[in-house]
């Protein structure tokens, strides 16, 4: 599966123009490196709101570093664990 991202805004016109010339979505999503479904919920998107930029959410954001901190914690604590990260 291709890493996880976000399309631009220029991405999703693209993807539009693509998808109203007849390629498949399939396709697509392999010239844009996304899930297959990412152009599937913009093309509906597309047909219900006329719209391709993302939706307005409320909120703050979700934040990233609190998986990343408890993982690397996690990480470290294995590592001293086994004795690797002893200091003799």
């Known amino acids: 599966m291709p890493p996880l991202r ?3 805004d ?3 016109g693209r993807a539009i123009g693509w998808l109203q010339d007849g ?3 399939r396709q697509v999503a392999q010239r844009l ?3 297959p479904s990412v152009i599937i919920r913009l093309k509906q998107r597309f047909h219900a709101t ?3 930029q993302e939706r307005q959410r409320s ?3 979700r934040s990233r570093h609190h998986t990343k901190r408890g993982s690397l914690h996690s990480e470290a ?3 001293t664990k086994n004795g ?3 200091q003799h």
């Open 33 to 35: 490196a996304v899930a």
């Open 59 to 61: 909120g703050r954001p």
């Open 10 to 12: 220029l991405d999703r």
């Open 77 to 79: 604590g294995h590592a």
């Open 50 to 52: 006329g719209r391709v």
């Open 6 to 8: 976000k399309l631009s």
């Open 23 to 25: 390629v498949a979505a």
């Open 84 to 86: 690797y990260g002893k």
